[in-house]
């Protein structure tokens, strides 16, 4: 996977393509992401200003295609368009 490394907060991000992750845990989905952007957030992030274990990698307003689901999401699957905000919602409201 091609990502957008944070090593270090105040240092550039490095920009790798062999970053591997584990696939969805309980309750998780693994989305194939197809558009990502960096906002404000992600530069607090990384000039340090908000706290964030590392390494990290940056950019979480995305979309994409769900990939696979783990055990116990029901009301999402394989194939199922997505986005992805900073702060998920309860899934109450």
Known sequence: M???????????LNVVDD?????????????????CGVCHSDLHIIDGSLPFPVPAICGHEAAGVIADVGPGVRHLAAGDRVILPLRPPCGRC
Do not use: C, F, K, N
């Open 2 to 12: 091609r990502a957008a490394l944070m090593e270090a907060p105040g240092v550039d």
């Open 19 to 35: 970053v591997e992750i584990e696939g969805p845990q309980t309750g998780e989905v693994l989305v194939d992401v197809s558009h």
